[in-house]
């Protein structure tokens, strides 16, 4: 295992931190692997996934989103106060800032996300932010806002909504920044509608058993982008049945075995 830890300046100055695998021969490609909602990049299938990758030629770099709290350890939320401003133009920000650091001119460039990481990821796409040679989302939500009117008004009434982290028993906040800008900017954060004019690569992973993002979420992506593959993962939960922390040389689920199997399957064709 050949890895190297780096962090760079991402959106609005806050730092990524990440993690690259290198394979062990001549590259044939390079891939970004982000975490989903309160995770990190040493996150349950996030090392053993960008591990595989490495050991099939792929240069895999797994890294925080710069807002996402954790800093480049998988300890406690250093930085709740990023977490509490986080939004979805901030990982937007952080995807576009390492597609360009990472990108090789004679390489193709994937984009890999897992539920919040993987709608971060396609928004990106839609939006034009990224040029990549493909997208992998696994067990990504197909909206942007998940908060019914009621809650959305909680928000602004008391500033933060409390959503505690049950890893680390820490008191985390969401902040009003991450509805206010999908208010002032409706038609950047309508997923859905920019996808129906992309025309890249796109694979979809989706647990049938996932209680987190229901399975009816990938299907409703894949209407709006009937190019992309859809493949749902049978007796898969929101993380394909992986425990975190999962060792990096570890068995995979049959689940997570499925997830990897289709991936190579769709880089060959």
């Known amino acids: 295992m ?3 830890d780096w962090n760079i300046v991402g959106s609005r100055g806050e730092y990524i931190h990440g993690t690259t695998h290198k394979p062990e021969g001549e590259a044939v490609g390079v891939v970004l692997l982000g975490h ?3 995770g990190y990049k040493d996150y349950g299938m996030l090392p053993w996934l960008a591990e595989q990758f490495a050991q099939i030629g792929w240069i895999s770099h797994r890294f925080n989103f710069s807002h996402s709290g954790m ?3 998988d300890g406690l939320f250093v930085r709740p106060d990023l977490f509490e401003v986080a939004s979805w133009n901030t990982h937007v920000e952080d995807l576009e800032i390492l597609s360009t650091t990472f990108k090789k001119d004679d390489l193709p460039l994937l984009m890999l996300g897992h539920s919040r990481g993987g709608l971060a990821s396609l928004l990106a796409l839609g939006r034009g932010a990224i040029v990549v040679a493909g997208v992998i989302s696994l067990s990504a939500p197909a909206r942007c806002n998940p908060l019914t009117q009621e809650a959305q008004q909680d928000l602004f009434n008391i500033g933060f909504i409390e959503s505690p982290s049950s890893r680390t028993s820490q008191p985390l906040r969401i902040g009003t920044n991450f509805i206010q800008e999908q208010l002032d900017d409706p038609n950047r ?3 859905l509608s920019l996808l129906q ?3 890249s690569n796109v694979l979809l992973l989706h647990g049938e058993d996932d209680l987190t993002v229901p399975v009816t979420d990938a ?3 894949h209407m709006a982008m009937p190019s992309a593959t859809l493949v749902p993962i049978a007796n898969g939960n929101h993380v394909f049945n992986t425990l975190n922390p999962f060792p990096i040389d570890g068995n995979p689920s ?4 499925e997830v990897w199997h289709a991936i190579t399957t769709w880089l060959e064709n």
């Open 197 to 199: 004019n992309t025309k």
């Open 189 to 191: 954060h309508d997923l």
């Open 71 to 73: 800093l480049a350890d």
């Open 36 to 38: 989903g909602f309160k």
């Open 254 to 257: 049959a689940q997570l075995q």
């Open 2 to 4: 050949n890895c190297t």
């Open 219 to 221: 299907h409703a992506i």
